[in-house]
């Protein structure tokens, strides 16, 4: 063999034997060599790669970082969604889950028998899909909407417990999309913010915030720099000739799950399955036991119907599957010092209550302030300043404080005045008859606009990476941002001038604002931050209207129209639709090349029902009440809480109740579950 032959031939060597070190360390956690020893292969891989740079492979560890800076992610169109989970909170829910199952399978000809359940660890992290062509890590998305997500495959290789190409003998041919979460370990990312602090940073408020903000850093060297890691928890697209590999998408989820484990990947900790609701309930317990001693965050267990069959038999609900649940663990508590009670005012005018504590980790998360609602809560609570208080946390819930420890007391203790002005104007507060909510009446008040560009930009809202409260508040201290459209003609170059902003950081920014400009229509709408409108009903409102322009002409009576918008809510829209202000707000928007996406509405399924209105009565067994609301709206139809002549159908479930009265007195037509079941399909 020549000495260049030689050469190349250790070069592959390399790939392999280092590609196996990193699996024995990220994915096996039994590493066999020293990291010295390691170095030491890399750095011999490095000198022969730049000697015969024709043979560097796509797979070697070399070329995990390298990839340059980006301008802003594409986006990806998943082919299968990324759907969500519906939550279980207590052992109770998760047995409801178990019974809901056999129910549904029942009717459908189950010998109604124990089921068989996937466990494993509900990951606190950022779901992303990764496609392997032929073997290899073709592209990498996060989950996003769960229909489109953004391309993340420079920062995703840089991911050393996720393969760039699978461990097989044979690489199995076509695509396969393996899905799991990325996250951080408890350790460092508790070193994370350490550093970050030490360096005058914002620290990241928990694992998952600090994952999401590696995983979608422009430049894939700085996402390198964080130790992320990977757990799979299933497959997406299987589209292979590899024997094995083909049917993968038909085998039993734990079998796919094994033949992921052994394509190198991580899986939960403790996967395994259990039949029947006696094991289910078992093996909640015991996860939950173990929660602590996990390296990671979980909040929870996630379990699925083991058999694919029976999974495509209980199908889909809206956007989670009725074949799994999340069954999240209890809330966490601690005790802690209610040091001082500040004013928040929201970017409604709120004046919101703050607790501010002596810091607790509760549940790995360090709480230092949590929500007191309004003068009444803190009232009924009882609570004192300088109290001793219990706090709890559960899951994403803002923590809250749940009462006061009133024998620890020592008479030190002193009752909170809620203020009559508001602490950042001035302007006197107003307090509307019946409601619980103090408000500042003045509309140029800048902790409002503060308030509303942090919503603006939310994870739920507009999703701007890098926009959070500590750049809001830089931004509208040196008057860079008036109003929400100014945020689209930021610089790098006016960033660059701000405290502690460099380039790089600058350009992140206006990355991440400039790709914002095309999130779908409810996100846009929820992200105004009108009062009432959340997340769900910016949905119900984006899906109603479709376009921005079609939005802005909504009236109040067309709101109440909207089955699922209230009086309350109606007026809101009408009255925030009304004012001139709101009108130039959302055309400045618009001027400033903020194009929401319009919703698309499934047109197979559209208009089926459209034109007829409908009314529920009685308990549904298949799909809950607001499940059969939804899929009569997704049809194109209306659902109304009384009956009319003009109602065209009364669905009756099991004790109906004088609604059905009502129908057969005005020769309406009423259907049972299974013949509404039938007009759906
Ligand atoms: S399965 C069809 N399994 O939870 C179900 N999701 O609420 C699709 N997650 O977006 C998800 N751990 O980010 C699944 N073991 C697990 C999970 C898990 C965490 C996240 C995932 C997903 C969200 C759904």
Known sequence: MTKEKQEVVRIDQLVEELNEHSYRYYVLSQPTISDAEYDQLFRELQALEAAHPEHVRAESPT????????????????????????????EQELLDFDEQVRRLLAKDGHDGGEIEYTVEFKFDGVAVSLLYEDGRLKQAATRGDGTTGEDVTSNVRTIKAIPLKVRAAKPPQGLLEVRGEVLFRKKEFDALNEERQARGEESFANPRNAASGSLRQLDPQETAKRPLWFFSYGVGIVDSSTKGISDLARQPLAHAMKVVESLGFSISPGYRVVKGAVQLAEAYRAAEAERDSLPFEVDGIVIKVNDVALQGRLGFRQRSPRWAVAAKFKPVEAVTVLEDIIIQVGRTGALTPVAILKPVRVGGVVVSRATLHNQDEIERKGLLIGDTVVVRRQGDVIPAVVAAITTSRTGKERRFVFPTKCPECNTPVQREEGEAVARCANGHCPAKLHNRLVHFASRDAMDIEGLGDKMVGLLVEHS?????????????????????????????????????????????????????VGSKTGQVLARHCQTVERFLTLSEEELLLIAEVGPETARSVAEFLGEGYSQKLVHGL?????????????????????????????????????????????????VSSSVSKKTSYVVAGESPGSKLDAAKKLGVSVLSEEEFSALLR
């Open 63 to 90: 070329q995990r970082v390298g990839a340059k800076p980006l301008e802003g992610f594409a986006t990806v169109q998943h082919r299968l969604p990324m759907l969500s989970l519906d939550n279980a909170m207590n």
């Open 480 to 532: 860079l941002v008036k109003d929400l459209p100014d945020l689209y003609s930021l610089k790098v170059e006016a960033l660059q001038e701000l405290p502690r902003m460099g380039e790089l950081s600058s350009k992140n920014l206006v990355g991440s604002i400039q790709g914002s400009k095309g999130r779908p229509l409810d996100r846009f709408i929820f992200a105004l931050g009108i009062r009432h």
């Open 590 to 638: 618009l001027d400033h090349g903020v194009a929401p996406a319009p919703v698309v509405v499934d047109t197979s399924k559209a208009g089926a029902l459209t034109g007829q209105s409908f009314v529920l009565t009685g308990t549904l067994s298949g799909m809950s009440r607001k499940e059969a609301e939804e899929m009569i709206l997704d049809r194109g139809g209306k």
